[in-house]
Structure formats: structure tokens, C-alpha cells
T-cell receptor
């Protein structure tokens, strides 16, 4: 089955710096890659996602890149702010296989801390 | 205007008891999920229902039984609670024909003593 590895497990940056979180996946059939942000005491919130027919996607200060050949994808946060501090999860899914409908395989999370 | 809601938010109970967690979504989605998040923050899917039909049933003890009375609700009933069941349980929903974005509820922190 699909295995998603996420690095680093913790990341500390100074406000204004950039942060990069990397994930790899094992199943070449995976075609949907969302990223979630989980703040303390809350549920994961989808912040950006990318599908396998796209190499890069941007939304203001966050961007995601996907390298299908190498089977890895990354989250980039620029101009970090203290409110970006949270746990970030990557995930992979196969959307065109009926038996796995909606199944997300999550990485183990990255605790991002942004120091003022 | 809560999209995915869960009750209760906190649940403290003793070993051996039976408890239920309720989930409701008002997004009109056709698929709902239960996830378990352990103390190390690892998120693992437990169950998935599509149009009230069980689609995903991970290797979960049969003490856990999901019930979907309609497309907007997915409840989780747990029998004979054990210490290892302590975790945060998240409900989520998605509309698979419109993309696979899953929206999570706020979670229920279950503590078994």
C-alpha cells in the first residue's frame, strides 16, 4: 500500500524566513496531494492541494511542487508569520480507483514554529 | 455556519464503558470519514461511508462500529472501551465527484481511565 514519508518532523524559523516541508510517496498511482494545517486543539484544515497533472501551484505565500518521477512533493511557505505556527501534514491519494475512494495516506506531520 | 461538527468535544470515561461520538456535516457532501489521531499526532483513517454505504473499513477492532443514518451524519459507537482507545477522533467529509478535498471537524478528545 501507499507509504508517505514527511520531513522534517520539527522546523523552527525566524519570522520572515521561508519554510520548506518535504514528502515522498511510494505508489506511483497516487494522483492527488493535499496539505493540511492543524492548529492546537483544532481539526486539520486544507490549505493547498495539487494533482498529478500539475507541477506547481501557488496561493499567496504558500506553494506546492510535485515531482512525479521522483515521487516527492513539497510545501513552501514564504515570509513566514507567527500565525503560521502549527502542525502541517502532507497526504497522498489515488482518486481514480474505486476501492480506495477518498482514502488519504498522511505523513507523520511537521511541527512548524515561527519565532517573532 | 459550522461545516463539519462533532459532539462531544471532550469525552472522559472509564474502561469497559460504551460511548458514542456524533458527526454532522452541512456541506451536502456524499462521503464521510472517521480518523483517529494518536498522541504522536499520526492521522489514520478508520472508516469511510459513501452515500450511506461503507467503503473503507480499516483494521479496526470490531468494538468500533460506525453508523450512517443519512448522508449528513456519521456516528461512531465504541463498545468496551480500553485505555488504548484514548485519542482524538476526527470526522471529515468530501464530495468525491467534485474533487477529493476533505473537510475535518474539530475533533473529539476521548480519554479512557
Amino acid at each position: 500500500g501507499e507509504n508517505v514519508e514527511q520531513h522534517p518532523s520539527t522546523l523552527s524559523v525566524q519570522e520572515g524566513d521561508s519554510a520548506v516541508i518535504k514528502c515522498t510517496y511510494s505508489d506511483s498511482a497516487s494522483n492527488y496531494f493535499p496539505w493540511y494545517k492543524q492548529e492546537l486543539g483544532k481539526g486539520p484544515q486544507l490549505i493547498i492541494d495539487i494533482r498529478s497533472n500539475v507541477g506547481e501551484k501557488k496561493d499567496q505565500r504558500i506553494a506546492v511542487t510535485l515531482n512525479k518521477t521522483a515521487k516527492h512533493f513539497s510545501l513552501h511557505i514564504t515570509e513566514t508569520q507567527p500565525e503560521d505556527s502549527a502542525v502541517y501534514f502532507c497526504a497522498a491519494s489515488i482518486t481514480n480507483r474505486g476501492s480506495t475512494l477518498g482514502r488519504l495516506h498522511f505523513g507523520r506531520g511537521t511541527q512548524l514554529t515561527v519565532w517573532p | 455556519d459550522t461545516a463539519v461538527s462533532q459532539t462531544p468535544k471532550y469525552l472522559v470515561t472509564q474502561m469497559g464503558n460504551d460511548k458514542s461520538i456524533k458527526c454532522e456535516q452541512n456541506l451536502g457532501h456524499d462521503t464521510m470519514y472517521w480518523y483517529k489521531q494518536d498522541s504522536k499526532k499520526f492521522l489514520k483513517i478508520m472508516f469511510s461511508y459513501n452515500n450511506k454505504e461503507l467503503i473503507i473499513n480499516e483494521t479496526v477492532p470490531n468494538r468500533f462500529s460506525p453508523k450512517s443514518p443519512d448522508k449528513a451524519h456519521l456516528n461512531l459507537h465504541i463498545n468496551s472501551l480500553e485505555l488504548g482507545d484514548s485519542a482524538v477522533y476526527f470526522c471529515a467529509s468530501s464530495q468525491v465527484e467534485k474533487g477529493y478535498e476533505q473537510y475535518f471537524g474539530p475533533g473529539t478528545r476521548l480519554t479512557v481511565t
